[in-house]
């Protein structure tokens, strides 16, 4: 063998794994150009490395966080840890094991704020709304040495990447943080890896120092970059000059983030006692480099869904760059809202719903407007989708139905209007350079049109959008609809606390109503009083069912407990008041009776899911519920409203289960894995414990996943009746129900109407018998009343067209019609047209004094219109005169008003109108 360095034979046999080793790595970069990994590798050669490296993989949260308002996507592979970060847990725990790494690969949605990217979407190759992040993790564990050699062995080692093309940005320092430059980072890139020295380059805190927030954790980084350019670009600029220079050939591809301070209120930094890793790798931009793309779109994980575009369109993709741009618009588009929609958001006109409302129009309109798609198309490439990803994100496939409908159902209302707001918007810009706010708030208001396309569409043709106008009339909108104020919780670590004693909080309330009790802490907090004890029988607001109330006493001092709410530090207790004397022994007492009635409702809710999903399908499921003492509400995945006849069904099998008198089997510490054996219901996106509370009322029937509190017999319930059933958005339905002390207050509302009825009419044998016919005699009655209004109205028209009067030439004929409605005087409106069929116009109004109502009608020859006098245009003018307005044909409309004493005025003004017209 010879030396590979020096030409010469190698005579020292302790060489022989070095040579092996560079063998070994020739060959991997061989294989490397031989053949591309599909994105399903790569993903699955990351976790498997950090597997190796003791982490534990753990699953993406949810793109909709369940437990941070802060938040409304989850936007980056730190937030399902951030109560490690912040202190609040000390690692991962799984089957009793807590693990201090961790690794995944996590869904992230950035269309908000700093990560908004919106606009660039489609129109560059790299830039998406919907991405994963690729993760490793150590919480208090290792540190900079082992995040930098082990993101070294993977991109070089294992991936083969050219260490000459890689590049690492360190931290340079800040003096007024003073902070020095992250020397030791330097060090270990020099140290731990084989990068050319002068590749590592210092950069400012802008680039190279991450926060959470304005507070909190937060350190300094080291990020990977990677230059893709040919050698003979490379050779003519080298790439440390494009680093950090938005140059889409010389990219990040992975962000070592080293969290070892914490930002103070007052803006100081301090150390943390453990030092943590957050690594963040952008798993669309490798599966490129990996798969030798210059674009994202071109890799495996696009490549299905832009077929299908193809297909369904007709177009190819790369023939056309304005086609193109559609396609990958719509390509990213679809994944951000299919994810989105499966893990709980619903587009509506509020907070995420809202987001994913206006992704989806915008996708919708790149559709329409560059691939000819005027019916719905969106939900053919759901499946692509859920097909493609079932392995690691099997929640889309799950619920593949349900996306599909709700977002046909967006598709189908947005189009309904996107034709029209299209041709509005092109009127618009007719001689201008600018869509004003109120145009933009029309658009908004009318069409469905969110500003962000409005301001897309307006910057395709090179013209501004006024945004702040926009912005003001929105603003008086929602000051307008707003009905209430939102609450704002507080966590109790955010309080002074007056603390007596310290140590674990229990609850009690599954197995009690009452014990004795201690207090622990007290605090106060926008005047209300709260109060930490250290154990208690009182349910906490959680999973939709509302806390318990009731009395904590002693010595016949009673303090009333009137909410409770889940804090990291134990139950916090809303009382009326703060005692003197906290300390001694004291008893906590739930309200009983109250308890026993939203059990009644909570169980009820667990078997009416059942018949739910009994009756209209598998892919019924919960989205949302309350449950109080005199009510049960449940939100739920179904795409068209339920029948009465359905409701009937679901509500008889309610309560033949009731009847059934099913009894409660609770389990609370069953493994995550044998509930989901068992079929247990969960909530999609929800994160849960190795170790689970299950409630089933028949194995073979309810079976759910619960905190709450429940009837040890289904019999207990009473009886279960509906209240009504509403849309609450796109593909969500809502029920509203009642059982118990409740449903027996309603029946007997019920009984004490039917007997009122009954006597009403004289108590009838058949009292429903004669009710239809009260009413049919009714609905004769109404006819014939009709017709000799219709009569009376005829009579009416003859005298106003006997005295008609020339304006400008044109006849005008005007006048009051006694009794009309608005129906008396359209068809009034048309007689004339037939019997004045030339050069007239035709003007009635009616008033209705007892509402302070008046209706107008216009009525316009054809020849009239020719010249340009149209109905709709007099309607208007006259509809303000009587303070309403009104809008129609060009030879017929109509108006309303809340002035009847303007009707002479808007007459006369019919008449200038007229003249200012034809003169």
């Keep these: 063998m010879e030396s590979i360095e020096n030409n010469k034979p190698c005579e020292d046999k302790d060489n022989f794994p070095y040579f092996t080793k560079l063998l070994e790595k020739t060959l991997q ?215 950090n220079m938005d140059d889409p050939r010389v990219m990040e591809i992975w962000n070592l983030v080293f969290i070892q301070f914490n930002r103070k209120a007052d803006g100081s930094l301090e150390k943390l006692p453990a030092q943590h890793v957050d690594t963040g790798m952008g798993f669309e931009r490798i599966c490129a480099v990996l798969q030798g793309k210059t674009s994202n779109y071109d890799t495996d994980l696009f490549q299905p869904i832009l077929k299908k575009i193809g297909e369904i369109s007709g177009k190819n993709y790369g023939d056309d760059e304005e086609i193109d741009i559609a396609m990958r618009v719509i390509a990213d588009h679809i994944r951000a809202v299919s994810f989105a929609i499966a893990d709980g958001a619903s587009p509506s006109n509020e907070s995420r719903g809202y987001v994913i409302r206006r992704i989806l129009r915008r996708a919708v309109r790149y559709g329409w407007d560059r691939l000819g798609f005027k019916k719905p198309f969106l939900t053919q490439l759901v499946p692509v989708l859920a097909d493609q990803f079932k392995a690691v994100f099997p929640e889309l496939e799950a619920q593949k139905e349900y996306v599909q409908n709700v977002i046909l159902a967006e598709e189908k209302s947005f189009l309904n209007t996107l034709g029209q707001g299209i041709q509005l918007f092109n009127e618009m810009i007719e001689g201008n350079n600018e869509i004003s706010g109120e145009d933009a708030f029309k658009l908004h208001d009318t069409y469905g049109f969110p500003i962000d396309l409005t301001q897309l569409m307006a910057r395709e043709k090179g013209i501004d959008v006024d945004e702040e106008g926009f912005k003001k009339l929105m603003q008086e909108q929602k000051k307008r609809a707003r009905a209430a104020g939102k609450f704002t919780g507080h966590g109790a670590a955010e309080l002074n606390w007056n603390v007596l004693s310290e140590g674990d909080f229990e609850f009690t309330g599954y197995d009690e109503l009452e014990c004795e009790v201690t207090i622990r802490a007290s605090s106060e907090l926008d005047g209300k009083h709260l109060i930490i004890l250290n154990r208690s029988p009182f349910y906490a607001e959680a999973g939709g069912q509302v806390a318990d109330t009731g009395v904590i006493e002693k010595n016949g001092n009673n303090i009333n407990v009137t909410d409770v709410q889940k804090t990291g530090d134990g139950y916090v207790h809303f009382t009326d008041q703060i005692p003197v004397d906290l300390t001694g022994t004291w008893i906590a007492r739930v309200d009983a009776a109250r308890r026993r009635e939203i059990e009644k409702h909570h169980t009820a809710t667990h078997i009416m899911h059942a018949a739910l999903r009994e009756t209209l399908g598998n892919h019924v499921a919960q989205k949302g519920s309350l449950v109080t003492h005199d009510r049960l509400r449940f939100d739920f995945s179904h795409f068209e409203a339920v029948t009465p006849d359905e409701l009937a069904e679901i509500e008889q099998r309610v309560n033949e289960k009731i009847q059934e008198n099913l009894p409660l089997l609770e389990e609370r510490s069953v493994s995550i894995d044998e509930a989901k054996n068992r079929g247990a219901m969960m909530l999609f996106g929800e994160k849960y414990g190795d170790r689970v509370r299950v409630i089933t009322f028949d194995p073979d029937y309810s079976v759910e996943l619960c905190g709450g509190t429940h009837v040890n017999a289904t019999g207990k319930i009473g009886y279960f009746r509906f209240l009504n059933e509403t849309s609450v958005a796109a593909g969500i339905r809502r029920v509203e129900a009642v059982t118990g002390r409740a449903a027996d207050h309603l029946l007997r509302a019920e009984k004490e109407l039917v007997d009122g009825v009954k006597s009403v009419l004289g108590n009838q044998k058949d009292p429903l018998k004669t009710l239809r016919e009260l009413v049919d005699k009714n609905k004769a009655l109404e006819k014939e009343l009709r017709g000799l209004q219709q009569e009376q109205a005829a009579g009416q028209l003859d005298d106003i067209l006997k005295n008609g009067r020339e304006v400008a030439g044109v006849r005008l004929f005007t006048g009051k019609v006694e009794g009309a409605e608005m129906e008396n005087l359209k068809q009034m409106g048309y007689e004339a047209l037939q019997k004045s069929n030339n050069n007239s116009v035709v003007v009635l109004a009616t008033a209705d004094l007892d509402e302070g109502k008046v209706y107008l009608m216009a009525a316009i020859t054809e020849d009239l219109n020719k010249k340009g006098l149209k109905a709709g245009q007099l309607v208007s003018i006259l509809g303000r005169v009587v303070g309403g307005g009104g809008g129609g044909q060009p030879n017929l409309a109509t108006a309303g008003g809340r002035y009847p004493e303007k009707i002479d005025e808007a007459l006369k003004t019919a008449s200038e109108w007229i003249m200012s017209n034809l003169s």
């Design 29 to 243: 970069n061989l294989k490397l150009l031989m053949s591309s990994k599909t994105s399903d590798q790569i993903r699955n050669e990351f976790l498997d490395f950090f597997r190796e490296k003791d982490h534990l993989i753990v699953d993406s949260a949810p793109v909709v966080p369940k437990d941070d308002p802060t938040l409304l996507f989850t936007n980056a592979g730190m937030n399902q840890f951030k109560a490690v970060f912040l202190g609040e847990q000390e690692g991962l725990k799984e089957d009793g094991t807590l693990w201090k790494r961790a690794a995944d690969t996590q869904k992230c949605i950035r269309v908000s704020g700093k990560h908004n990217d919106l606009e660039e979407v489609g129109h560059d190759t790299y830039h998406h709304t919907l991405f994963e992040m690729l993760g490793n993790w150590s919480f208090g564990d290792y540190f900079k040495a082992e995040a930098i050699e082990w993101a070294w062995e993977l991109l070089v080692d294992r991936w083969g990447l050219e260490p000459d093309r890689l590049y690492a940005t360190v931290f340079e320092g800040n003096e007024e943080e003073g902070l020095p430059i992250d020397q030791e980072a330097i060090d270990l890139w020099k140290e731990k890896t084989s990068i050319p020295h002068d590749h590592i380059l210092a950069f400012d805190k802008k680039d190279n120092f991450w926060e959470m927030g304005e507070t909190g954790p937060c350190g300094p980084c080291s990020e990977v970059h990677i230059d893709l350019r040919p050698d003979e670009e490379r050779k003519k600029e080298p790439g440390a000059k494009l680093v």
